[in-house]
């Protein structure tokens, strides 16, 4: 029997709420394979303890697993910028996990806050580089403190980069029934980086004639999901673009705890794929014991997808539809009173 091991880094916050929902829901999905969970106690505890937010060593531990499964990364006691740098942005960077997978669509018996739209018009699928752009960390400060002082913060593009993380946009777009890509940038503005990406998705695009392209500046992009959700399929775009775009996303599905992402290398093995919902540690919940674990939920069935346990994931999902379609089991987030150990046993009891 095949035993995937699993690093569990529930992180901060709700992250040690919605983790463990997760991993009891994925043992329940087990059928014909098992898991072996090893949890590691690194995020904003471990930093105000020892300040890092990780060992000196902790990437290699991850090396080895075949997944890595996070709950959440920050804490109003440790600013963001370390809190980010420290755990999450270096297992990106390290592993080269160029690609960012966030589904934006609405689950039975939701509603998004687009009154005006159904459910089956508002189904996206986010493909953001996760590597290279804004996020690179090249710059610096200087005069610091001074009425001098400048600070200057350069944003990465490499042309293998840009069409590496497109290429599997466009692989992914040919798969899916209405075979579209949108493409989103800030080329009127950002006459180098931005134009070269225009460049290379138009030279990819000549390479799958059966895949109907568009593209868009970030900012009518951002309209264009709220007035006409339904003409976006499968969207690119950069570290920055796309990581408020898929916030917007989320704020669509109705609640940011619905959010799941995937951190993917899909072709080599540097280390393992990192999967997360997206919404953040939740101070002001944390511990109540009310956190929404569908995100997480969902994120460990996009980790069995790409793990190859295609019918697990899709089991998975259908549980997840089933408890929001039913409307009895709900987080508060979501208008209900239900715990996050009530959500996880519904699911469960889905399963079963």
């Known amino acids: 029997m095949k035993t995937y091991r699993i690093a569990l880094l529930p992180g901060d916050g709700i992250g040690k709420e919605v983790v463990p929902a997760a991993v009891r829901v994925l043992e329940a999905a087990a059928r014909d394979f098992s898991f072996s969970f090893d949890p590691f106690d690194w995020g904003c505890e471990r930093y105000l303890r020892t300040g890092r937010m990780m060992p000196e060593d902790g ?12 709950g ?39 509603d998004s806050p687009l009154q005006h739209k159904k459910p089956d018009e508002i189904r996206m699928v986010f493909i953001r580089e996760n590597t290279e752009g804004e996020y690179c960390g ?10 001098d002082e400048v600070a200057i913060q350069e944003s990465v593009f490499t042309r293998k980069g840009t069409e590496r993380v497109m290429r599997y946009a466009f692989e992914l777009a040919r798969k899916r029934p209405r075979k579209r890509l949108a493409s989103v940038t800030k080329s009127n503005a950002m006459q180098h980086a931005m134009v070269m990406w225009d460049e290379v998705f138009a030279a990819l695009a000549t390479e799958y004639p059966d895949v109907e392209t568009a593209r868009y500046h970030v900012d009518a992009a951002a309209a264009r999901m709220i007035t006409a959700p339904e003409t976006l399929d499968v969207v690119v775009a950069s570290n920055l673009f796309a990581d408020i775009l898929t916030d917007l996303g989320g704020a669509l599905q109705g609640s940011l705890g619905l959010a799941a992402s995937a951190n993917l290398n899909p072709v080599e093995r540097r280390g393992p794929p990192v999967f997360e919902p997206v919404h953040g540690s939740a101070p002001d919940i944390e511990g109540r014991g009310i956190a929404n674990p569908i995100g997480s939920i969902w994120a460990a069935s996009l980790m069995m997808e790409h793990l190859g346990e295609v019918s697990a994931a899709s089991r998975i999902f259908r549980a997840l539809q089933a408890v929001t379609a039913e409307g009895r089991v709900r987080t508060p987030d979501l208008g209900g009173r239900s715990t996050t150990e009530e959500v996880a046993s519904a699911v469960i009891d889905q399963l079963k």
Do not use: W
């Not at 990437?59 to 996070?70: G, I, K, M, P, Y």
């Not at 997978?101 to 689950?107: D, S």
């Open 59 to 70: 990437l290699e531990q991850l090396r080895s697993f075949d997944a890595v499964l996070l």
């Open 72 to 110: 959440a990364v920050g804490h109003p006691t440790v600013p963001d910028y370390i809190s980010l740098r420290g755990m999450l942005l270096p297992m990106r960077f390290e592993y080269d996990l160029y690609v960012n997978l966030r589904p934006v669509e609405i689950l039975p018996g939701l």
């Open 138 to 147: 090249v710059g610096g400060r200087f005069k610091a403190g001074t009425p």
